[in-house]
């Protein structure tokens, strides 16, 4: 009798040296997404997407089938293209496949701007086994260097995307599924695609970016719900009356809120591995520094170290290794630079310093911790205004730590957001067609619309917005191109000098920065906002600095430490959306009568705080609240549509700024805007709306971009809130006509 592949044990399909690999590391046999993941690659060509939780073994799932294909497939040729966000992922990856690949015989290579260049120009000589890579240097090899890509390229069978939730909005994501549809022209067949993530928000729409074409045929596969669970408390600060709005190096001794965390976190983190996210580089530096302070005073070995983006590629990676060996107890204080799957071994807890705003970051942030059968541990610490009678009626409700409640019970429900459009369309279409001239030589409009967003393409962008973005890029606009007699397009002068220069290949904007040197070492760099001179104090790495020299043609300042001294502005907060369902459970946690037994003391009484501020200000009835020569909008709705609600009210001649749980009128009274609200219909159309819409040049090429171009774009990107907003004006005028004055 004859068994079918289906029966075989997913084990027994593997590659026989990939079976003794699995022996060898002493496992006992595939975790359930392993096996599940094994069954679909090796059952089929589907494009197939692996959702599992940090050190679920997802990266095993699909390389153990995945290099099952590669080995036994003959001839030469790449055949796997790993392709990861952060150098560090692949570094880290680079490390854990090595050891099979070499059992395998197929060569694993890195491929960044750090990983070594011999291995490099062997991969270019000889094509050949695995290529780690981040979208960047893919873009390099198809602008620099097109026939080495296209014999780089063409043999390859499948391309694993890591982290694939980080790729689904923003313009890193535009630009990776353009360079992956480029790929896919240079290949002898369509690869197949794997993607990995520890939190899909929507999965429909991770399907549509993996194949645009037929996303329903795409295998996602779901990791079992299961462990030990986890181990939470919210706790609660109040600022000083004096408390300063932005986080400084703050003297021994000082009160502030973010000093009583340190001194919590210092207590109680101590002698193990954690993770603390604290937002901002301005406060991860305030926060590390007030730790360091602490370990000296009590003069026991520091623990707790800054890790940002801007620190050296040295200081980061030694603390990443720290915190790997866990042979010495580390709390890395880090911004988002841990969020993602870097192999960090076993951390003990996380700590966040503010109240989450994103639940896919929580989610990331959260999986570090909780590994080997531990429950996971997380405390959030939520700083609060002090209040006084003229205190902000929004100070009042307590927003920090409402939002914080908020979000623990969203991620008690196993919600993530799901992604949104981003705005950087232009930018990314843009930046791919001087990409595609560069390596080509010249190419036709419409051969160009036609290889980067046809109809099979993940990048919407119709001919004639195509066609007027190629007219403001000409000779007449920002001579970016120019067009030959028959029809070819090229590069301009101003588009050849972009194409050349060393940022082109990253289509992410980045702040100008300048590199900090102390004693002939590179420390670093900051993205400075306000202007340096000797004299000047900076905060890095978890150390104060003076500045001795300053070069500013090579954006360099030379420092020496120093131990006091009160610090300039060099960051500026995160200000990260809040989605509906965020905002909507914050309005659930101010209209019940629930204390979570996670909050301390200190937390329940601000709940109860803004509680009482809530049933106070009369808010399950109004939406009006006057402060001080403003009013205050409640609309209970996310920051999407917020912001289009700004925008008609502006229209209406209202000076108006968003908040987290609606806007603020500027300078009107609850009456008046009342009267205003009255008048006005339901939303207007989108495209009369975007007359009044400022800052619409926010990603990195948009100073390049037609206005006109960018208004468009904008109306349709935010078409789908037109009905969201039309409800909110139908809400406020039936409060304000049903109560009269009390708005």
């Known amino acids: 009798m004859s068994t079918s592949a289906s029966d075989v044990p997913s084990y027994d399909r593997l590659h026989p040296e990939i079976r003794r690999w699995v022996r060898d590391e002493g496992w006992t046999g595939l975790r359930e997404i392993q096996d599940t993941a094994i069954r679909s690659i090796l059952g089929s060509d589907s494009d197939v997407i692996i959702m599992a939780g940090t050190a679920s073994g997802k990266t095993e799932a699909a390389f153990l089938p995945l290099l099952t294909e590669a ?38 290579t890195r491929w960044h701007g750090d990983a070594p260049q011999g291995p490099k120009t062997r991969l270019l000589k000889t094509p050949a086994g695995v290529a780690l890579i981040t979208p960047e240097s893919i873009e390099a090899l198809l602008l620099r260097r097109p026939a080495d890509a296209a014999k780089l390229f063409r043999g390859v069978h499948g391309i694993v995307v890591d982290e694939l939730h980080a790729f689904l909005q923003g313009p890193r994501g ?28 929507d999965a429909n729409a991770a399907c549509r ?10 295998d996602v596969l779901r990791a079992p719900q299961s462990g030990p669970g986890v181990r939470l408390q919210i706790r609660g600060y109040e600022e000083p009356p004096e408390g300063a709005a932005i986080d400084e190096i703050a003297d021994n001794g000082a009160s502030d809120a973010l000093s009583q965390i340190a001194d919590h976190i210092f207590s109680n983190l101590r002698g193990s591995n954690n993770l603390a996210f604290a937002g901002s580089r301005r406060t991860v530096e305030a926060l590390a520094d007030r730790l360091r302070e602490r370990s000296e005073r009590d003069n026991v070995p520091e623990e707790f170290f800054p890790h940002h983006g801007s620190l050296s590629k040295d200081l980061r990676e030694s603390l990443e290794t720290r915190l790997k060996a866990g042979d010495q107890p580390t709390t890395a204080v880090a911004t988002t630079t841990l969020e993602l799957g870097i192999d960090l071994g076993s951390v003990q807890s996380v700590a966040q310093v ?40 929004l100070d009042k409700l307590r927003l920090e730590t409402v939002r914080a409640v908020a979000c623990v019970r969203l991620l008690q429900a196993n919600w993530v957001e799901p992604s949104t459009e981003d705005s950087s369309l232009a930018t ?33 962008f119709p001919p004639a917005d195509y066609a007027d973005l190629l007219r403001g890029a000409g000779p007449q606009g920002s001579d970016l191109l120019e067009q030959s007699p028959d029809g070819i397009l090229m590069l301009g002068k101003t588009g050849e000098e972009l194409v050349q220069a060393r940022d082109f290949y990253a289509v992410f904007k980045t702040d100008e920065e300048w590199r900090l040197v102390s004693s002939g070492r590179t420390l670093g760099t900051v993205p400075l906002t306000n202007v340096l001179g000797i004299g000047s104090l900076v905060g890095f790495a978890g150390r104060r600095w003076r500045v001795e020299a300053v070069d500013d043609r090579a954006k360099v300042l030379d420092v020496v430490p120093h131990r006091s001294g009160k610090l ?24 019940d009568h629930e204390v979570p037994a996670y909050l301390d003391a200190a937390g329940k009484e601000f709940l109860l705080q803004g509680r009482n501020a809530f049933r ?33 009210l502006m229209s209406a001649g209202i000076e108006v700024a968003v908040h987290d749980v609606g806007v603020t009128a500027v300078d009107i009274t609850p009456e008046q805007l009342a009267s205003v609200l009255r008048q006005a219909g339901d939303c207007p ?17 948009d100073d390049f971009v037609d206005e006109a171009l960018l208004r468009r774009l904008w109306a349709t990107r935010n078409e789908r809130y037109r009905d969201d907003v039309t409800h909110v004006l139908e809400n406020l005028r039936s409060a304000t006509a049903t109560l009269g004055h009390e708005c």
């Open 71 to 108: 080995a036994e497939m003959t001839g030469g040729g790449l055949r796997l293209l790993y392709i990861s966000p952060l150098k560090a992922l692949i570094n880290d990856q680079f490390r854990r496949l090595e050891p099979l690949c070499e059992r395998l015989g197929l060569p694993i």
């Open 174 to 201: 535009l630009h990776l599924a353009s360079l992956l549809r480029r790929i896919d022209r240079i290949a002898s067949g369509r690869p197949r695609r794997v993607g990995l993530s520890a939190t899909l928000g």
């Open 209 to 218: 970016w993996m194949n645009a074409v037929n996303p329903q045929s795409v």
């Open 354 to 393: 503010g109240a989450p705003r994103s639940l896919s970051g929580l989610k990331q942030r959260l999986g570090r911790s909780g590994r080997r059968g531990t429950p996971a541990v997380l405390r959030i610490y939520v700083r609060e205004d002090h209040l006084d009678p003229d205190s902000d009626p």
């Open 428 to 460: 990314v279409a843009l930046h791919q067609t001087l990409s595609l001239i560069a390596s080509q030589g010249g190419v036709r409009a419409a051969a160009a619309h036609k290889l980067l967003f046809g109809q099979d393409s993940y990048l919407a």
């Open 568 to 591: 300039p502005r060099f960051d500026r907060p995160a200000n990260e959306q809040l989605h509906d369902r965020v905002t909507a459970t914050m309005l659930e946690v101010l209209s």
């Open 616 to 648: 106070e200000l009369g808010l399950d009835r109004r939406a009006l609240l006057p402060a001080a020569r403003d009013t205050h909008v409640i609309t209970w709705r996310g920051t999407a549509v917020n912001s289009v609600l700004s925008i008609v």
């Open 685 to 701: 159309p989108m495209e009369d709306l975007s007359d009044f819409v400022a800052g619409l040049r926010t990603a990195k090429l």
